[in-house]
């Protein structure tokens, strides 16, 4: 047997897991197709068998903001910028739970798909970025339900403004994705080892939940302690966010930047630890 | 030789037997700070004196040692023997990397699923099919003759 050409023609070479940056998203873009079957199933498996059927990505925001508006501004009188309360909460609810569902649905990704990730190749970050896509769908569903309800407070000459930063919501999404997915598929790779985290993350979310301004305005948090709340990137993301469609609010756009510098880091290692994780994750789960 | 469309290259599998983590977090830094005091492992199996002698080779199972061979084109290849048979096609089909040698494939390769692995009970048959064309990546040579089929079964009422 000659080995002439043994380095030609070769459409792939298997490997031992080897270094840290042994990744390849170039094949994630061959991929694709797989990704919009994936984003399909996803997005219609959430609603079958349920009676309201997509009416439900309508209900749970309209849900937790009215029950918002009666707890945190009738009854704890927190303020809200001067805003109308319902939609102070609204605009922070919708954005959350996109990045909430983000997170929490990639973060189970090797467990709940140990049964065909055992048996057949793809790249495995597939999954997880079909989840970010497919509650795109949802947030947009979401999204329309809030812009419903701006114009209407608009129109009925409610005190809000909405300005140039709008221009800055498509980024803001984007960010919001990659901050779930980079959080999702880092706590993915931990839970094949410790499932305890998986535990932790639900009331884990609930707690970065009130650690961010959702049900309060950043410009009621002391001075002196702003700084705490740069550093947990959604702040960032919420404030603006509640900036651009209502016109008040506390962002400065070196907070922003923290912020965005916290999300690429979070995601670069998020993919390096995925990556490394999915070639023998099998042998331990 | 051109016609060779897999070749494995000394390849081997190893598992480590139960010294991989102890599955909780406690239980992991419960070891490590004894390894790292130097006192005895708290969580360590009777009988072993400490975490060196787990790490021996007698804890090491080797389900493949350096297995080298060629499959050429149009040949058809069973493999038997004791251990290391699913590992190795496991390594093939890339669900799990090998622990050191190499595989060179020349062309696609299509792990035959078991009936229903990634079925989505909610989805109708012609998605489901399509899903797993895609999984497998054979979706393109299969889509015409697919379509065709199922359209004649539903022209039978057969759901």
């Known amino acids: ?285 | 030789m051109s016609d060779v469309v897999i070749r494995v290259e000394n390849l081997s599998k190893e598992y480590r037997l139960g010294t991989i983590s102890h599955g909780t977090l406690k239980h992991d830094l419960q070891s490590g700070w004894a390894k790292f005091r130097g006192t005895e492992d708290p969580n360590a199996r009777i009988g072993a004196v400490n975490r060196e002698q787990l790490n021996n080779t007698n804890d090491r199972f080797c389900a493949l040692k350096d297995v080298s061979f060629d499959v050429r084109q149009g040949e058809i290849v069973g493999i038997i023997g004791r251990t290391g048979k699913s590992t190795l096609l496991k390594i093939i089909s890339r669900v799990t990397a090998p622990t050191s040698g190499t595989i060179k494939i020349r062309g696609r390769v299509a792990s035959l699923l078991e009936v229903g692995t990634g079925f989505h009970p909610e989805l109708t048959g012609r998605e489901n099919v399509s899903l797993n064309g895609a999984i497998l990546r054979i979706w393109g040579m299969m889509k015409e003759w697919i379509t065709q089929d199922l359209i004649s079964m539903k022209s039978h009422n057969i759901q």
């Not at chain 1, 984003?39 to 059927?53: E, H, N, P, S, W």
């Open chain 1, 1 to 285: 047997m000659s080995d002439d050409n043994d380095n030609t023609n070769w459409t792939m070479e298997i490997r031992s897991r080897s270094g840290w940056f042994d990744i390849n998203l170039s094949e994630l873009w061959r991929y694709r197709d797989l990704i919009l079957l994936f984003v399909r199933r996803d997005f219609v498996a959430y609603y079958k068998q349920t009676i309201l059927g997509p009416l439900w990505f309508l209900l749970q925001p309209l849900f937790t903001t009215v029950v918002f508006t009666i707890i945190f501004s009738r009854i704890a009188q927190i303020p809200t910028d001067g805003l109308p309360p319902f939609l102070f909460y609204m605009s922070g609810t919708v954005a959350w739970t996109y990045f909430a569902s983000c997170m929490t649905q990639t973060s189970n990704t090797f467990i709940t798909n140990a049964g065909i990730f055992g048996k057949v190749y793809f790249p495995r970050l597939v999954v997880p970025i079909a989840v970010v896509i497919s509650n795109l769908i949802a947030f947009a569903i979401q999204f329309g339900l809030f812009l419903a309800f701006l114009c209407y407070f608009y129109l009925t000459g409610a005190d809000i403004h909405p300005n140039g930063w709008l221009l800055l919501v498509p980024l803001l999404l984007v960010q919001m994705a990659a901050l779930g997915l980079g959080m999702g598929i880092l706590i993915s790779s931990m839970t094949t080892k410790y499932r305890d985290l998986a535990f932790a993350l639900g009331f884990g979310v609930q707690l970065w939940m009130y650690a961010t301004p959702i049900v309060y305005p950043l410009s009621q948090i002391p001075a002196q302690w702003q700084w705490v709340f740069a550093l947990n990137p959604m702040t960032a993301i919420i404030e603006t966010f509640r900036y651009a469609f209502l016109g008040s609010g506390a962002i400065q756009p070196w907070v922003l930047g923290v912020s965005l510098t916290m999300t690429i880091l979070i995601l670069a290692v998020g993919i390096v630890m995925f990556s490394r994780v999915e070639k023998t994750f099998m042998d331990t789960i």
